[in-house]
């Protein structure tokens, strides 16, 4: 059980428009759904519709893309009334977004751009993050992006700051196993290391997903099944964790529902985990060799998973 004691729903997948029709027609064995909370913010009609029907079956947790939690712009309070609005109506299980910075001087590079991991980014980043959670009144759960880039001012390897950040803002993790392989190879370090690294009771959510493998880099792109490589960090992550709630990402090229279902199954017999009883039917960029290393400072707010 995590530090907070939320809830492990099991293995879940992300609610995309291309599935809503299977989804009302057949509702499918899944655990959960996880939705990217942009695509849900001030909707009507139809998304509005199944939005609400599938909260009523199934578990939903909300991603966000557009905190911007290492921005140095004031926090967007109307963007987080919003977020806290829709966790009430979808009872959502938590919220997360990512740790990184977006834009600067109100230009949004719509990117999730890497944080120097400083000391002075995690005491801007921990301050935000208790604002937010505070704001919301639930725990904020942060995932580590994939990065193309590291900075020379960087004095804190990003498993020791994403552990010093959960117990200075007293935030939950959002652990992207994919994430974790594409940086280790991008800035060649040990993926195994990272993951020893980490609070593990602070993990509350993972992510698997697929990636564009370039020779000389690697690319997050989310169209791809989940690699061998990613599965086996994922086993010893689960173990570390003594089991988590887990959603497979996949964000272009997307699958039919029931390929995307046998993918997912993957993770219960990588995790040995059976998860949660699911609903029953009612009816039955390209980088570099070796990432550059930069002098910026983190700024403004942006966009995309």
């Known amino acids: 059980m995590n530090t907070f004691g939320l809830p492990n729903p099991g293995l879940g997948l992300g609610l995309r428009s291309q599935h809503y029709a299977h989804i009302l027609q057949h509702w499918p064995s899944v655990d959960w759904f996880e939705i990217i909370t942009e695509n849900f913010i001030d909707i009507h009609g139809w998304p509005a519709y199944v939005l609400d029907a599938v909260a009523e079956r199934y578990p939903l947790a909300m991603h966000g893309v557009s905190l911007a939690?290492?921005?140095?712009?004031?926090?967007?309070?109307?963007?987080?009334?919003?977020?806290k609005s829709l966790a009430a109506r979808t009872r959502a299980l938590w919220v997360s977004d990512h740790l990184c910075w977006t834009g600067f001087a109100g230009h949004n590079t719509h990117d999730l751009l890497p944080m120097p991991l400083t000391d002075e980014t995690?005491?801007?980043?921990?301050?935000?993050?208790?604002?937010?959670?505070?704001?919301?009144?639930?725990?904020?759960?942060?995932?580590?992006?994939?990065?193309?880039?590291?900075?020379?001012?960087?004095?804190?390897t990003e498993w020791d700051f994403l552990r010093e950040l959960a117990v200075e803002a007293d935030c939950a993790l959002l652990l992207d196993v994919n994430n974790i392989h594409v940086s280790a190879f991008n800035h060649d370090?040990?993926?195994?290391?990272?993951?020893?690294?980490?609070?593990?009771d602070r993990v509350v959510q993972m992510h698997v997903a697929g990636h564009t493998h370039c020779g000389t880099h690697i690319i997050d792109t989310h169209d791809q099944p989940v690699t061998s490589a990613v599965w086996e960090l994922y086993r010893e992550a689960q173990r570390l964790c003594q089991g988590c709630a887990t959603v497979l990402e996949w964000d272009s090229g997307i699958p039919s529902f029931p390929a995307l279902q046998q993918e997912l199954l993957k993770a219960q017999r990588q995790s040995g985990a059976a998860g949660t009883p699911a609903p029953q039917s009612v009816s039955d960029s390209m980088a570099l060799p070796h990432p550059p290393v930069i002098d910026v400072i983190p700024g403004d707010r942006y966009g995309l998973a």
């Open 69 to 83: 939690i290492g921005n140095t712009a004031p926090l967007d309070l109307d963007y987080l009334r919003k977020v």
């Open 189 to 200: 370090f040990d993926p195994w290391r990272y993951l020893a690294g980490l609070p593990h």
């Open 122 to 156: 995690l005491r801007h980043v921990a301050a935000r993050v208790r604002q937010v959670q505070d704001f919301l009144e639930r725990p904020l759960l942060l995932e580590n992006p994939s990065s193309y880039l590291s900075y020379a001012a960087d004095t804190w």
